[in-house]
């Protein structure tokens, strides 16, 4: 089992950047995939950008030069760095785990983040 938690979601404007946190416990954090999901209102969970065991990364094209995934596998955290935000971004964001791309196989609780125009 592992456990995530995330942390860093909030209200920001258009343009602006916001630094998502997740924390993760429970097993061998290097041995998984670490990824990102975000569900808008009335919409499907859509995958964002994951990261390997060894840190190599990949984005949906609709983040690509905007976020950056990276992970600290001393810390057992993963960070999603979402710079130049829009509206479109708002959604809640979730982390995840899994030992095969794309990470699906642990979540954690979701965290709300707003962009306003």
């Known amino acids: 089992q592992v456990q995530l938690v995330e942390s860093g979601g909030g209200l920001v404007q258009a343009g602006d950047s916001l630094r998502l946190s997740c924390a993760a416990s429970?097993?061998?954090?290097?041995?998984?995939?670490m990824g990102w999901f975000r569900q808008a209102p009335g919409k499907e969970r859509e995958f964002v950008a994951a990261?390997?065991?060894?840190?190599?990364?990949y984005y949906r094209d609709f983040v690509k030069g905007r976020f950056t995934i990276s992970r600290d596998n001393s810390k057992n955290t993963v960070v999603l760095q979402m710079n130049s935000l829009k509206p479109e971004d708002t959604a809640v964001y979730y982390c995840?785990?899994?030992?095969?791309?794309?990470?699906?196989?642990?979540w954690g609780q979701g965290i709300q983040v707003t962009v306003s125009s």
């Open positions: 995840a785990a899994g030992l095969r791309p794309p990470p699906s196989q642990y």
């Open positions: 429970g097993r061998t954090f290097s041995n998984y995939h």
């Open positions: 990261i390997d065991w060894s840190g190599n990364s």
